[in-house]
């Protein structure tokens, strides 16, 4: 059929049809009397689902009344206008899911009487987009914040720690050296916090590598000897021979292996296993840190990984430990379990790509 044959009428339909822009006319009763391709499928109905009905069974819940008397206004006092200025919109999905909108109103006359027609954008993306920049912004915030105050605090604590240990060494008097001795412990508290909250803060980018896991395990281990030793802690240690390598960032490998340690020599102040395991799952390096210590209360399990949550005493624990973790995982691609039984023990599983599977996008 040549376009000619087309009336205005027929045009102007194949038009809106097209439209990239969700549309919706609707009459001064909020009855919904034309809706295009777009909207069809941004609300997941069929035409026929949606003509004919009220135009408040796309929005949610909450906001329905609101819309009614909004709408209600819009017919007496009508202009061009966007749709819940300075509100965040929401349209409601046939599966019953929400989506950030941006609505345009836009009067018309219609035979019928007066009506509107809506634009409608889906924005979900762009808020999402936004809600990240925000992230990344504070953290850079706090990442400057952070590296400032770890200057301005550091370089005195290391002359408060260097006087302390000299003073220490020339001190007779018992009083005086358990007394700087306390001070040398407070410092050194100090600085683990400054410094658990600059990798917090100014995680750079992951320096990717073909990692060989099972020997960064050894590595990481064999620092904490002596305190296992002396903390009358057995190790258990199983590597799944010829272990492929994983893809990642040493450094920060080690970091996740020295916090995951420490937590678990943490939990067996009186002594215990500390199992360690790795092993393939499909794409996956699997890594088990497991523990026989005091265990993680159920109503507690979900707070580990959020900053600053510690049930150690103040000063003991910066509470970042499985922040850091958790956010190396997840930028490495993988994922973190934590499974615990009051005073049976913990087990933390991490899960990394594999070097060579497909990275998460
Ligand atoms: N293996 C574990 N066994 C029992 N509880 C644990 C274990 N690992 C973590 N937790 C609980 O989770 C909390 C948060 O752990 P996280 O490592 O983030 O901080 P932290 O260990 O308290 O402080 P930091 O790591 O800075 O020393 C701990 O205070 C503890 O209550
Ligand atoms: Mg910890």
Redesign the pocket.
Known sequence: MSPDLFDSEQQFRLIVEAAPNGMLLVDESGTIVMVNASALHLFGYKRGELLGKSVEMLIPGPSRSAHQHHRAGFIKAPQIRSMGEGRELFGLRKDGSEFAVEIGLTPIQMIEGPGVVASIVDISERKRLEMQLRRTERLAELGTLASGMAHEIGTPMNVILGRAEYLLQRAADEGMKKGLATIITQVERIT??MN?LLTFARRRMPEWRAVDFGELLDDSLEMFQERIAQGRITVEKTIEPSMPLVRADRDQLIQVLI??L???I??MPEGGQLRLSLDQENSHARLGVS?T????PEE?RSK??EPF????DFG????????V?KGIIEEHGGTIA?E?AIDK??T?WVRLPLDGAQPKA
């Open positions: 683990k916090v658990q916090n995951l420490m937590n678990s943490h939990a523990d210590g005091h265990g993680i507690i580990v990984f949550f510690t049930t150690k003991k624990g910066t509470g970042l430990g499985l922040t973790v934590v615990s023990g913990t933390v």
